[in-house]
């Protein structure tokens, strides 16, 4: 039974002409899929609108050639397949009572245009911002009467494929409405650019467009970034973000705002709390009578009920939390707060987007494989062979494909060697800014404990011998990783002999025996795994007083971090915390408080001063139990043992969402006798 403090989030809302059933509103966001690959694309938003979402919305829509983002996959309205895929993702979020919101886009300079390969568009002539060697041409008036009948065209378009909410956008940094506004873009001097008044004039234009075009049948929304964190150089809240929505008020039917660019607005839980984005949106309802939602990676009801009885949203905005929980709406509503997979903020799913694949979770291993795979959030079939299942290790994979097994009704024991569940996630949980991260942990124990068919024991370190003498038919490997000492990675592929017998600790031995594994003085990183356990590690040391030196053979502190949207932020950190930094630089040679590092491109050396060594390279599998029962293969049958199967780090180390995901795939598959 629901909690009533939470009944205030099931209030309908009325958006224009629609109502959304509830107060949970997935926000516009990316998913890797868009108009490639639409049927995964349909699959996805219809579990969100399964889940309880009231309003679910695409991700950015292309309304023309001009706004091609190749090879980003987002959705499109310029072409024939485009609209099909769409179609597809209307019905399957209206198929559970959902409202199915667009957001049209045109991204002027941001769009490179590699697929239509015409010219890009931009208020002022301007390069675009990517590393592109292009040029986007300043807009006349003819082509401004374009743009505005693009975006007509597109509405219409929408509404006739059956969307209930069209958004207009200027937000992120990305999209050509926000360029008209903003200074930094827009050098015009005709009645388009210089005032104010005069730069908002094509946002106000198109809004009143898209209004008397479809406001009769559909919600008109605005998605607007009301502060860039840039201070006097962009929009802030209290400047001429402000004046935006003071100017527009009621003029849409809905509010979406958030921070601008993307990384400010999805922070990583690194560096924001739940509910950050307050602060800067809390005075939109002052200005309006509309309903106003915005985002800040909600995951708890609380704060959710908090955010709307206190005036401050209307509706609840997700995307993250939606991914990693895509029936957080239904567990409210069912009172099962103890069920729901909070969303840990890493940024995983944001990686998808940008290395150009479909979305992926650390929480949510079916998140992307609803369709591909027919994967579900929430429900898995009954297994025929209950087992008995014997899972040797608890860490993610582990805890992962235990929960998943008992949840198909097998019978399993989840056997750990350590004193405490988690694996690496406990560890590193417990590193600077990574708490959230042992929420990976605690769903899967929470549900591991609820279950009479799952027996946990801690401190029982397995042989093959005691394997074979348990005699489970099928027995489960997750016996995780450990880091390298030797140098070995991407920029050193063989053991440096110089490194032995010297004083180099890897991230176990700082995560297991704290920072004082360290040796008095100077602490040196050598990152070369290059995302976020180099940098973390030095917050660490850092913070622990030691003069801190970080080797990287990249060009920039953790480069895969970009991809989460991380990157400034944490060579910004580094930078605070006087952390030295020596980018491009491999290993040459260890004395006893020297370390000598190479030019990656010249092989000039420079020597630092180094106490302490800590090699982030590279992690080899603990396979050492999967040797031991291979060499014993011909005993297995005589013990009752039909299949032994490595997953996770055991088998390659990656993420903590590939453990978390080989883990699940496990779980799904069981049943064959031949695994990996």
């Not at 705002?257 to 922070?267: E, K, R």
């Not at 992926?360 to 929430?378: F, I, V």
């Not at 990656?600 to 599998?621: A, H, K, N």
Request: net charge negative; with cysteine; proline share 6%.
């Amino acid at each position: 039974m629901r909690d009533p403090r939470y009944d205030i989030l099931f209030e309908p809302v009325r958006i224009g002409p629609v109502t959304a059933p509830n107060r949970f509103y997935q926000v516009p966001h990316c998913t890797g899929m868009g108009h490639r690959y639409p049927q995964s694309e349909a699959a996805l938003r219809g579990v969100k609108a399964e889940g309880g979402w009231g309003v679910v919305s695409t991700q950015e829509t292309e309304i023309h050639p001009t706004s091609d983002v190749s090879p980003s996959n987002q959705a499109r309205l310029w072409d024939e397949a485009g609209v099909s895929a769409l179609r597809l993702t209307v019905d399957a979020i209206h198929a559970h009572g959902s409202l199915a919101a667009v957001e049209l886009v045109h991204n002027g300079l941001h769009s490179n245009n590699r697929y239509s390969r015409v010219p890009p568009l931009a208020p002022s002539h301007a390069v675009v911002d990517s590393d592109d060697p292009l040029q986007a041409r300043g807009m006349d008036k003819a082509d401004i009467a374009d743009f505005r009948r693009w975006h007509r065209d597109a509405a219409l378009l929408a509404r006739e494929i059956g969307f209930d909410i069209v958004y207009v956008y200027a937000g992120h940094d990305l999209t050509l409405l926000q360029h008209f506004l903003l200074k930094r873009y827009n050098s015009r001097t005709d009645e388009y650019g210089g005032s104010f008044e005069n730069r908002l004039r094509l946002f106000r234009e198109v809004l009143a467009d898209t209004k008397e075009a479809v406001g009769d049948k559909c919600g008109i929304a605005i998605r607007l970034a009301v502060d860039e964190l840039l201070g006097e150089d962009g929009l802030t809240h209290d400047g001429e973000g402000r004046d935006i929505v003071a100017a527009l008020a009621d003029e849409p039917d809905l509010w979406d705002v958030n921070l601008s660019d993307w990384a400010n607005d999805s922070q990583t839980s690194r560096f924001s709390e739940e509910g950050f984005q307050e602060p800067y949106i809390a005075f939109v309802k002052s200005l309006t009578n509309k309903p106003v939602v915005g985002v800040g990676r909600y995951t708890s009801p609380d704060t959710m009920a908090r955010a709307v009885s206190s005036g401050i949203l209307d509706l609840i905005g997700a995307a993250r939390p939606s991914i990693s929980d895509p029936f957080l709406p239904n567990k409210i509503r069912d009172g099962r707060i103890d069920d729901i997979r909070e969303c840990i903020g890493c940024n995983i799913c944001v990686a998808g987007d940008r290395t150009r694949v479909p979305i992926r979770c650390t929480q949510n291993p079916t998140m992307g494989e609803e369709w591909r795979r027919g994967w579900h959030p929430e429900t898995i079939p009954e297994l025929e062979d209950k087992g008995p299942y014997l899972v040797v290790g608890g860490g993610p994979a582990g805890l992962e494909a235990a929960r998943a097994l008992v949840q198909r009704g097998a019978e399993v024991a989840l056997a750990e060697a350590g004193t405490e569940w988690g694996g690496r996630v406990s560890r590193e949980s417990r590193l600077p800014g990574l708490a959230a991260w042992a929420r990976v942990r605690d769903w899967r124990l929470g549900q591991l404990r609820q279950s009479p068919n799952a027996r946990m024991y801690l401190e029982s370190p397995l042989t093959a011998a005691d394997i074979l003498e348990h005699g489970s038919p099928h027995v489960v490997l997750a016996t995780g990783a450990a880091w390298r000492a030797d140098g070995v990675g991407r920029e050193h592929r063989t053991p440096l002999p110089f490194l032995a017998g010297k004083l180099v600790l890897t991230p176990d031995d700082l995560m297991t025996r704290g920072i004082d594994a360290a040796a008095p003085g100077p602490v040196a990183i050598f990152d070369d795994d290059r995302f976020y356990m180099g940098s973390v590690l030095a917050e660490l040391a850092a913070g622990a007083g030691h003069r801190t030196i970080f080797v990287t053979p990249a060009p920039i502190v953790a480069p895969w971090s970009e991809n989460t949207l991380e990157q400034e932020r944490i060579q910004t950190r580094l930078i605070g915390l006087g952390v030295e930094i020596v980018p491009l630089h491999g290993l040459a040679g260890l004395s006893a408080d020297r370390l000598r590092v190479e030019c990656v491109y010249s092989g000039r050396t420079q020597e630092v001063d180094c106490g302490t060594l800590v090699s982030v390279t590279s992690r080899l599998p603990d396979d050492r139990l999967w040797e031991e029962l291979s060499a014993c293969r011909h005993e297995w049958e005589d013990a009752g043992v039909r299949s032994v199967t490595r997953i996770g780090d055991c088998l390659a180390p990656g993420l903590i969402a590939a453990a978390c995901y080989s883990g699940h795939e496990f779980a799904r598959s069981a049943g064959a006798d031949a695994h990996p």
